[in-house]
């Protein structure tokens, strides 16, 4: 077995033989290195101590000190270089208590997740693969190093990496490791929000997103995120549907670009119908204002999981907006347009386009036939650089001002009613025209808006 490391990966090595002490190329990067996978990055273990690291390199920086990892800087990229270690017993479920240092590499591999995770490779010694990850490799199963039920009491998270492996590499969970999740999930609650959504976020933006089905068969999803369970136990009476709102929700991920927005629009655009759904007499169901309570409920687990405010607004934007239909003319289409905002119109077709193939044939053609009619539209509306947005209006508050009015909320009024004028008739977007129109406005008690 022969590894291409890249050539500063192989000069870290090589000092650090040198000078005497082993050093391999670890976990992840072998892994997808043997897969045929872009690794990540490369991670480094070694016999060198913390500060035997740091007397050998020129430029380096203290990540972890007291976990032994000293990054490497290296022609403007940073390497990861840990000292062999042993995670001592865990305090709860989280940390170890403490973290011991040894001078065998073997007793660093155990301590690794997962046997495709626990292989090393230098060039002077080949692949280092106790635990046989070459094996699992081959039957394309995900398998704990010893112990599954140990291993994930140490650290629960591992059964969330559990998952989001099997969704990256297409493998499969190995029975007795399968089975200690379904019994442990229940230690995820005391995991950090930060490392939940790290996993939660390569889980959902790998191939097979749909993945998340067996987190909920195993209970994952009932302690990390209830609100889908709600949704695979949520039945829609309604022709543009087959299954449950959970299942059309993973045939929506699949269906749409692996984009982190986008895969997360996917996940909460109806996970507000369980709470909404009424039937009507004749049996069919209504999920009326889902879109608005899946908004609520996106909200609450983003911020639960400590999403920054950008990704947060981005998807709220589409999750709203997910069900707007424009009539297929021009004027509908801005409309459209100001309320969702420029930047996100076209992902929110994507949105559209992953939803429609995720539901019943009905209408399908339809649908798509419609979608396919608004992107053109939107399209015509850009070329012909109508106004969209009050940035783009012809007149400016201080326009206003300089025309006689006064300072003021009045003048929001004012601009808003311009700008609904020239959603309306594009050609109105002079300023000779909105400040004509502005002071019939004003002189004007009726239009109620002053
Ligand atoms: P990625 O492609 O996401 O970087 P990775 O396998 O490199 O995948 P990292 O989280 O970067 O995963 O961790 C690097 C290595 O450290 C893993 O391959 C594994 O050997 C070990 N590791 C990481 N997290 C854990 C954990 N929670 N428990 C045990 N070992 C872990
Ligand atoms: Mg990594």
Known sequence: MQISMPENVRKIIEKLEEAGFEAYAVGGCIRDSILGRQPNDWDITTSARPLEIKALFRRTVDTGLQHGTVTVLLGGEGYEVTTYRIDGEYEDGRHPKEVVFTSNLTEDLRRRDFTINAMAYSERDGLVDVFDGMGDIGKGVIRCVGNAEERFTEDALRMLRAVRFSAQLGFSIEESTR??????????????????????????????????????????????????????????????????????????????????????????????????????????????GHPEESVRVANEVLHRWKFDNDTINKVKCLVRFHDLRPALTPRSVRRMAHKVGGAMMPLLFEVQRADILAQSGCRREEKLHSLEMVGRIYEEVLEKGQCLSMKELAV???????????????????????????????????????????????????????
Not at 194 to 214: G, V
Not at 429 to 448: D, G, M
């Open 396 to 450: 400016s508050g201080k326009d206003l001002i300089a025309d006689g009015m006064e300072p003021g909320k009045e003048i929001g009024c004012v601009l808003e009613a311009l700008l609904n004028d020239v959603l309306e008739e594009p050609e109105h977007n002079t300023k000779e025209y909105l400040l004509t129109y502005s002071r019939e406005l004003r002189n004007s008690p009726a239009t109620n808006i002053i």
């Open 179 to 288: 089975e200690a999740i379904a019994k442990l999930a229940g230690n995820l609650s005391k995991i950090s929000a930060e490392r939940i959504q790290a996993e939660m976020t390569k889980l959902l933006m790998s191939p097979h997103p749909e993945e998340l089905r067996t987190a909920y068969e195993t209970g994952i999803t009932a302690v990390i995120l209830p609100e889908f369970d709600r949704m695979m136990g949520t039945e829609q009476h309604t022709p543009h549907h087959f299954c449950t709102v959970g299942e059309h929700t993973l045939w929506a991920l699949i269906n749409v670009r692996a984009d982190k927005v986008l895969r997360l629009a996917m996940l909460f655009h109806d996970m507000g119908k369980p709470a909404v759904r009424a039937a009507d007499e004749k049996g069919q169901d209504h999920f009326i």
